[in-house]
């Protein structure tokens, strides 16, 4: 320390307390309050203002969030119950086409049925109809052949031929 003292008296001749401020300091100190006051007044409020905004921002966006969350609940709610009510719609709408699909079906079954008695009926009274004709033809015939067949069977088949032709004369 003894060499520092002597280098600055050297220098200046006289020797200066370290602990007493000198006028470096306090002109320091005006120019660093100056520029802090410059820097609160001008640049800390724009950028309070940003950050302000930004958490103003920050919190309308969680409650949005939250609110829309909340509505997609009550949508996601609100489509399960219609998509249940339209499930139970549906199946009591195909129950009722079921049902009314077996009526029409038991309907064409009835009338397929009659329909069908009906042909039965008529084809019946048909072949009746047919069957009688064809009896009458026969039964005409039928005499004429038992005189022939009994000419034939007696031995007299020329008589019969001549019958015949005298009877239709």
């Given at each position: 320390m003894n060499t520092a003292l002597l280098a600055q008296e050297e220098e200046?001749?006289?020797?200066?307390?370290?602990?007493?401020p000198n006028a470096t300091f306090f002109v320091m100190l005006l120019?660093?309050?100056?520029?802090?006051?410059?820097?609160?007044?001008?640049?800390?409020?724009?950028?309070?203002?940003?950050?302000?905004e930004r958490e103003q921002l920050v919190e309308k966006t969680a409650a949005n969030n939250h609110q829309a969350a909340?509505?997609?609940g009550?949508?996601?709610?609100?489509?399960?119950d219609e998509l249940t009510g339209a499930r139970a719609e549906a199946a009591s709408i195909r129950e009722e086409g079921r049902a009314e699909g077996q009526a029409v079906l038991d309907e064409m079954r009835g009338r397929a049925r009659e329909e069908s008695e009906r042909i039965s009926a008529?084809?019946?009274?048909?072949?009746?109809?047919q069957g009688e004709q064809v009896s009458a033809?026969?039964?005409e015939q039928v005499g004429?052949?038992?005189?022939?067949l009994?000419?034939?069977?007696?031995?007299?088949?020329?008589?019969?031929?001549?019958?015949?032709?005298?009877?239709?004369?």
């Open positions: 200046g001749g006289t020797t200066t307390n370290f602990l007493i120019i660093f309050l100056v520029v802090l006051l410059v820097i609160m007044k001008w640049v800390v409020p724009p950028i309070s203002e940003v950050l302000r909340r509505e997609l009550e949508a996601e709610s609100a489509f399960t008529q084809a019946a009274d048909e072949l009746r109809a033809q026969l039964r004429p052949l038992a005189d022939t009994a000419q034939r069977v007696l031995g007299g088949g020329d008589t019969v031929d001549s019958g015949k032709r005298a009877g239709r004369s």
